[in-house]
Nanobody
Framework: QVQLVESGGGLVQAGGSLRLSCAAS????????MGWYRQAPGSQRELVAQ???????NYADSVKGRFTISRANTKNTVYLQMNDLKPEDTAIYYC?????????WGQGTQVTVSS
């Protein structure tokens, strides 16, 4: 089993920054993808950013140039640096880990951006 624990959400004004962290523990396969989805009220969950153990990244078009994903493989931890936040970034952000065809989720952390 895999556990994901997120931290770093909160309330910030438009133009501000936040950094999310997600630590994975348990039976983690050495090759995996980790990253973040988000879900705003009344909307579907969407992929924000993802990074492989090799460091390959993938971003949603809406966050390119503003968000940066990174990871520390020795710590099984992934980070999401979010800059120039906009009200439309307001959502619950869910950490995920994908390995061997299985998808694991964190409990979610709220990010609220005020205008």
């Amino acid at each position: 089993q895999v556990q994901l624990v997120e931290s770093g959400g909160g309330l910030v004004q438009a133009g501000g920054s936040l950094r999310l962290s997600c630590a994975a523990s348990g039976n983690i396969f050495s090759t995996n993808y980790m990253g973040w989805y988000r879900q705003a009220p009344g909307s579907q969950r969407e992929l924000v950013a993802q990074i492989s153990t090799a460091g390959n990244t993938n971003y949603a078009d809406s966050v390119k140039g503003r968000f940066t994903i990174s990871r520390a493989n020795t710590k099984n931890t992934v980070y999401l640096q979010m800059n120039d936040l906009k009200p439309e970034d307001t959502a619950i952000y869910y950490c995920h880990l994908l390995a061997l065809g299985r998808l694991y989720w964190g409990q979610g952390t709220q990010v609220t951006v005020s205008s």
